[in-house]
């Protein structure tokens, strides 16, 4: 079960094109061609924003033409990245409609809508076909998805043979409890945190291999103290994804995450593994 009602409704805006053109305006972007780095402070709705998905993306071999899956793709940052950087075509499926609707008029302002197609739907029942794709990837997403073991196993049967999986996840720590709100949770009860050898497990029981988990909690660290600086300065942190989404809320969550990492309660996991070929 995936929870579908509330994670859409905890992700849901309502207005969310109208405020992110108004952001883009206040930045002075023209948000009817706004460009990938004007963008990027609000696409890219993870940890550490853009630099999280350049370094995922660094260690991956995309070959250009090769079909990738994005896994809760958001409003398309990740996927527009990728599709950009590597000559890729990128599917995005997501379950918040709004957001979908986002990620196409954006991929559609930046002329990308032959490369990158969205669609709405669950990650836990992917309306694609067996093999589909060379290689998939997800970035924070699985905190969202109780049911990990129909989560990988989903992943697994549309991937080729020798497909690859990257994820950039943030995990259970040893640390103490989480308090809520954060980015994806209001409360402990829609938040499902998996430590990095129990996300390990269940992607091997699902029958991936070469499972290779690495966790720079340093770098996460370094850009939260880099945020901070500049706002004390009176500037904008470089990631308004979740003030821009949640709002009023959206402080409260920014310090709670920060908090949880700096604890070890949540430990940031980048995963990458691979179909047997
Ligand atoms: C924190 S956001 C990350 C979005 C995007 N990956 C990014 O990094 O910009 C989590 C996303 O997961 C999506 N999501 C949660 N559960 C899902 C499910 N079962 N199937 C598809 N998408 C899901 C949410 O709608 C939301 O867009």
Redesign the pocket.
Known sequence: M?G?PD??RH?TVGSLLEKLDAALADDGADPARPGMDALAPY????GRGIEATVDLADGLDIAPGDHVL??????G??ARYMAERFGCRVSG????AE?CDVARVLTARLGMSDRVAITN????AMPFADAAFAGAY????SM??ADKQAFYAEILRVLKPGGWLALSEAARGEGAEVDYPT??ALTAESSFLASPAETEAALARAGFADIQCRSDVEAYLAFGAKSRALVEKGGKPPHR?VFLIHGELAPEMAANTSRAIAADAIRPLEVRCRKPG
Not at 43 to 46: A, C, L, N
Not at 70 to 75: N, T
Not at 138 to 141: A, E, F, I, K, L
């Open positions: 995936t579908g994670i859409t992700y696409d890219q709705f993870h994005d896994i809760g793709s958001g409003i940052g990740p499926i997501d379950l918040t957001f739907g669950d990650a836990l997800s970035m924070n997403v969202n998805i980015p994806w994804a």
